[in-house]
């Protein structure tokens, strides 16, 4: 096991009804002049937000309000919220939303503090202050309610770029699963996908002996994989809701990385394909991931068979190990299939021809490779080949 | 699912040699003036408080210390060390120790900011203030690293009483796994019982539908299953030490159990027996637990069944489900053994003839009577009796 830090201040508030109890967290934490952010009309539409104002009101907190955050959240967006907060003297940001609400609030409040083009701590500027940041969470995926990390496009040349700092982190949480009960199939599956992804991309690994890691991960995919095909097929499970929503945080906050090197190729890789197609981080995933692992089995054939086996209830094949790996992967791929996921370039609406563009943009060549198995820009191009001609 | 709130902001310091960054991360977290709180002399001994006083001068920070904390620790020395701070003006207690250290220092930052007698707070007065604390953790067992929970033994009496609160959670905790290669086997495997109870006191719940808590409370039981014999049987084994002090935080920081209703009957059972014997706390685990399950299995046979074939590796007896948890029972008492825990009372050193003064003194008839099962004070003292004529 590799020495490490784990830090996940967060309060984590969860349950039915707890976005009621947004006025007071904010309380506690300090903010007196909030700016509210949020993303399409459905947190105004459902009356999540007049939820939250409301609670806002009885705390005698004031507050302003910047809607209209899009999927892959835009650096445009991130100029605009942090002049409004610099004009009205705001002390904190109130995430309401999904992933990428929460990220375009965390370059806020990191933008706010910052004298340059906040765009500067997206290319390796440290971030050394920030404004306290609060979510109330509305889909289960992304994991940035739990993390401090956050991923901005530049729309000019749809740069996706990520950052990271523990003055990033939420001070506080709220995770309602009920706000979770209204998602169209396909984004609650979306999200399920990138909670797996997120566990993935820490489950493969070089650094032997982190029996508690592996452990842990795999608990999280094994809720994934009985409670996901649950919410499907009743929108409305709570408790399978609920068991998603805490499993998507817990996915994330880096508890089931710690002691070990991660791996990350295949969210680069992915990020790609949101970038230049604007589809969903999550059904990205569901086409490079399955793809992915195909390309690097070989490298630990003993560790696709755990997975293979603990995750995916394969049997063992000792007299041929690769095919219970094999079989490992099809599960995956097959699962993310039933939940509605694309599995392939086709499914997804991206284009084989496009390919020499994606892996430029990965940036591989230029140093950015991965833990698990290191890759050349023709190794990704050979996965983004396998996603294309991907099938059941 | 239930709804929860969870903290844990402690900043975990974990790997080999972390100690040495002690200076810096009182530093980071405020301390000036710090009272070094440790145990016996093995930390002398062994050179580990001269490492952290290094690391404590290399900062420039002002250090007294007060050492003698037993096991089962007391309130007389609590009173020494709070006597200690208010006259040497301390603002930081640094822990150098295990459970009995940390919950000692926790007991003193907290009585330095209370007017009163300290014992008031561990008899039901909320803590409203109390100095930061850290820790240098020296056994994976009480969890109290990343707990905001501490217990002391009132010696007149005998009284054992716990009290928590968030403001006596770690700022930070150095985990070192070197630091417990040195642990005799006894130790470690009384640390190891102290873990895997903490997570059965949350395992058995009436709560339905909290599958990722079930199945992260089982991460850590397969951990401990895999980890546990093989430090017996090398106390050198880096990694598998590793493995056990990260699962001994993880087991207690509640991570395994939010959502839920808990237990902690059989803490409660137990508490008596190191109170009065001053037995160590994981060994009268070892005799009282598999007791506990003994009693209670029939209230919920599939939840046992759910332990026996996912912690133990039992095949499930669909013919006879009472067959498999009790096979599962049996398995966790044979693997108390095999880590060379007693079973019993008399290789505890218990004596069935107080078996009435322990049922008084557990308190139950007042009113403590546990999650799962409800208890009366004969159910307990069938439970001792239980544990009077276990064997493998």
Known sequence: MDNFNFYSPTEFVFGKDRECEAGEYVRKYGGKRVLIHYGGGSAVRSGLLDRVKASLTAEDVFFTELGGVQPNPRDTLVYTGIELCKKENIDFILAVGGGSVIDSAKAIAAGVCYEGDFWDLYCGTPIKKALPVGVVLTIAAAGSEGSGNSVITKVDGLIKKGT????????????????????????TACGATDIMAHVFERYFTNTKEVEITDRLCEAVLLTMVKE?????????????????????????????????????NSHNIEHQLSAVYDCAHGAGLAVIMPSWMEFVYKHDVMRFCQMATRVFGCSMNFENPEATALEGIKRFR????????PINFAELGAKEEDIPLLVEKTGVGSGRTGGFVHLSSDDVAEIYKLAVKAKL
């Not at 709570?238 to 791996?263: C, F, S, T």
């Open 164 to 187: 990271g700092s523990d003055l990033l982190r939420a001070r506080f949480s709220i995770l309602d699963p009920v706000l979770t009960q209204t998602l169209p199939a396909y984004q």
């Open 228 to 264: 996901v095909p649950r919410v499907i097929a009743d929108p409305n499970n709570y408790d399978a809701r609920a068991n998603i929503m805490w499993a998507g945080m817990v996915a994330h906050n880096n508890i089931v990385g710690v002691g070990r090197e991660q791996d990350w």
């Open 334 to 341: 097959s699962f993310l299939h039933s939940i509605g996921m």
